[in-house]
């Protein structure tokens, strides 16, 4: 396995987090934005990355329609992260 692969993006005021298993080939926007992959909120996403085993690689990056929340919301998913022995590495 590659570790977990983490996107984001905006809906309105709303904010958006998938969280994926990583492989060798990028993520198709449906697969990212899929129903069963989205996760509404910082809330939700704590939940699905309380599932991670710790000393996991998460990799958050961006593309074409998705993008980064504010620094805020940065800090509490890099928090989140820390807390639970996740590796965050953020690829803007």
């Known amino acids: 396995m590659k570790g977990y692969e983490l996107y ?4 309105g005021d709303q904010w958006y987090f998938s969280v994926l298993i990583g ?9 990212i934005r899929s129903p ?3 996760l ?3 809330d939700a996403l704590r939940g699905a990355l309380e ?5 996991q690689y998460v ?4 593309r074409s329609t998705l993008s980064f929340p ?15 022995g996740l590796l ?3 690829v803007k």
């Open 23 to 31: 492989t060798n080939r990028d993520k198709t926007l449906d697969e």
């Open 8 to 11: 984001s993006w905006q809906d």
């Open 59 to 62: 990799t958050w990056s961006s």
């Open 51 to 55: 599932t991670i085993p710790t000393r």
């Open 70 to 84: 504010s620094d805020d919301v940065i800090g509490q998913v890099k928090q989140i992260c820390k807390d639970r």
């Open 88 to 90: 965050l590495s953020i």
């Open 36 to 38: 069963g992959s989205t």
């Open 40 to 42: 509404k909120g910082v």
